[in-house]
């Protein structure tokens, strides 16, 4: 595990993917909310060798059907029948596992288990193929096809370890129970041979597969991480000012699109040097994450935003809500701020406050104009005295 993954300093918030890193995969299993995330990773990683894999077995099961056919010419044997049947579904499943790998919108809730039953299917397949062949008088016998999807369970489709795991034992205990009722107890005898081949090539996917599954994990980790890095404050965990940003021009463009209101709301703590310089940095940063858990409740809806963006700067995005809901929610947080009463023993009323500065969106005003009128009307808050929230009027 990567050494900066695994930390988790007390004075920045901890991610789901630290805390999935410090608690450790060992049994390569997440927390279910990672977990679901991990397979969605996963099978679009899986992707490309989903649609080889699938494209290979409709090719490898029609060329050993040509095969069989024009050169070998089972048409004499009793199993004939069967045989060009099995190899027929063997195709089928190619096909589906192509399809599923281009079906983007379902794969990744059901095609663990789907691709584990289809590998299983095709492998109880190749097993009673291979008996076929070994109970015939035919000079050329095809042989180890159960043994080849034994290491495919694990390669390819990017099913997990333990369900690739217990795919491989179901083909293999398949094999054995099949083996048993086909064979004569001294093929059977020979047949063992096949078997243990088998078990080693189970030892070799699994370890393989567990290593690779592992490292997959922490890459994902690692990726997640960053992700989240790159899109929030590391402090607060609210969304830092590069994706404010972003959703400020998404919302801007929606807000006009839908003809609905906008509201920006610009939040500043006052006399924060003062809290500062009189308590510590640390104890400025532990109020700013305690200031942030309050906050950040006021984002009620699907499209709202709170974020840090500045030092004691705060934003909050508010869709849908025009200057009359805007004004009433800035008197919540300044009521909720005051209710709350943090000690701030240089400040004089002895807590903390607030001032907050409106705009709500005008015509074809951009974004960067919302946020000037926003910060404008900040500053007249903080000019009238603090603690109190002020909206920017036109003109
Ligand atoms: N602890 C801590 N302090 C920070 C952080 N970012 C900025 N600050 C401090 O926040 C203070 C902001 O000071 P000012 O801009 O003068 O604002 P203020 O003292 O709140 O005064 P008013 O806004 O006018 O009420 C500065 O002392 C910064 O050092 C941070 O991440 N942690």
């Given at each position: ?7 988790s300093p ?26 679901v995330?991990?397979?969605r ?9 989903q649609?080889?894999?699938?494209v ?6 029609g ?17 004939s ?5 099995l ?8 096909g589906v ?7 983007q919108r379902?794969?990744?809730?059901f095609?663990n ?9 095709v ?18 016998k095809l ?7 034994i ?25 054995v129970?099949?083996a048993?009722?086909a064979?004569?107890p001294?093929?059977y005898?020979?047949h ?13 996917g ?5 290593a690779?599954?592992?490292?997959q ?8 991480q960053l ?5 929030h ?12 940003d972003?959703?400020?021009r998404?919302?801007?463009a ?6 609905l ?14 809290y500062?310089d009189?308590l ?37 995005l ?13 008197e ?6 005051r ?17 907050i500065?409106?705009a709500?969106?005008?015509?074809s005003e ?21 603690d109190r ?7």
């Amino acid at each position: 595990m990567p050494s900066d993954l695994r930390r988790s300093p007390d004075d920045l918030r901890e991610t789901p993917y630290q805390r999935q890193a410090v608690l450790g995969f060992r049994l390569l299993l997440f927390k279910p909310a990672l977990e679901v995330e991990f397979r969605r990773y996963l099978t679009q990683q899986a992707r490309l060798t989903q649609r080889l894999g699938g494209v290979a077995l409709v090719l490898v099961a029609g060329g050993y059907l040509f095969f069989e056919h024009i050169l070998l010419g089972i048409e004499e044997q009793p199993w004939s029948l069967e045989l060009t049947l099995l190899r027929a579904l063997q195709m089928l499943v190619g096909g589906v596992v192509l399809l599923v790998s281009f079906d983007q919108r379902r794969q990744s809730a059901f095609s663990n288990w789907l691709l584990g039953f289809l590998l299983i299917l095709v492998g109880v397949i190749a097993s009673q193929i291979d008996l076929f062949y070994e109970t015939s008088e035919l000079p050329l016998k095809l042989r180890y096809g159960a043994g080849l999807l034994i290491v495919c369970c694990f390669f390819y489709l990017g099913v997990t370890f333990w369900w690739a795991l217990l795919c491989a034992m179901v083909i293999l205990a398949g094999d054995v129970v099949l083996a048993k009722r086909a064979l004569s107890p001294d093929q059977y005898s020979a047949h063992l041979i096949a078997v243990s081949y088998y078990l080693l090539l189970m030892a070799i996917g699994s370890i393989s597969r567990y290593a690779h599954e592992y490292s997959q994990r922490e890459q994902f980790l690692m990726r997640k991480q960053l992700g989240w890095m790159a899109e929030h404050d590391g402090l607060t965990g609210l969304s830092n000012r590069r994706s404010f940003d972003a959703a400020l021009r998404r919302a801007v463009a929606q807000a006009r699109r839908e003809h609905l209101p906008l509201t920006l709301m610009l939040l500043d703590l006052d006399e924060f040097k003062a809290y500062n310089d009189t308590l510590g940095h640390p104890e400025g940063d532990r109020l700013l994450q305690d200031f942030s858990d309050l906050f950040e409740r006021f984002a009620r809806r699907p499209l709202d935003l709170a974020a840090r963006v500045g030092g004691e700067e705060f934003a909050l995005l508010l869709y849908d809500c025009d200057a009359a809901a805007g004004r009433q929610l800035a008197e919540d947080i300044l009521q909720r701020v005051r209710d709350r009463a943090f000690p701030h023993p240089a400040s004089r009323r002895g807590t903390l406050t607030c001032s907050i500065g409106m705009a709500v969106l005008r015509g074809s005003e951009t974004p960067e104009r919302l946020y000037k009128h926003a910060d404008d009307a900040l500053y007249m808050a903080k000019q009238q005295g603090r603690d109190r929230g002020v909206l920017h009027h036109a003109g």
